[in-house]
């Protein structure tokens, strides 16, 4: 299983950002799928999450700005991202907890990230 992310780019703050995080492979089902990010000197965070009936979490500093989707139908997961100030500068990775094709048992597969930059 792959992930691929893409998106990220630099941006005025106050602006807006689309991310999306694409799963490939021999994959026989998808759980819960996440936003993750990590700026420079800092451990990575979490951002969001998105169960497979739909339920999200968001960390508080990014509630109210920032959307996370799926689509089951492609294997992707996306994360709407507005009002974007310079401390949302980071890079952003998603995880997905998938099985695999004659798996029993889901694994967490990661994205290699996407840059996202916002200047002020």
């Known amino acids: 299983v792959q992930l691929q992310a893409s998106g990220g780019g630099l941006v005025q703050a106050g602006g807006s950002l689309r991310l999306s995080c694409v799963a490939s492979?021999?994959?026989?089902?998808?759980?819960?799928m996440g936003w993750y990010r990590q700026a420079p000197g800092k451990q990575r965070e979490l951002v969001a999450t998105?169960?497979?009936?739909?339920?999200?979490y968001y960390q508080d500093s990014v509630k109210g700005r920032f959307t996370i989707s799926r689509d089951n139908s492609k294997n992707t997961v996306y994360l709407q991202m507005n009002s974007l100030t310079p401390e949302d500068t980071a890079v952003y990775y998603c995880?997905?907890?998938?099985?695999?094709?004659?798996?029993?048992?889901?694994?967490?597969?990661w994205g290699v990230g996407t840059l996202v930059t916002v200047s002020s």
């Open positions: 998105i169960a497979r009936g739909d339920s999200t």
């Open positions: 995880k997905m907890s998938a099985r695999r094709a004659g798996s029993w048992w889901p694994s967490d597969y």
């Open positions: 492979g021999s994959i026989s089902g998808i759980g819960d």
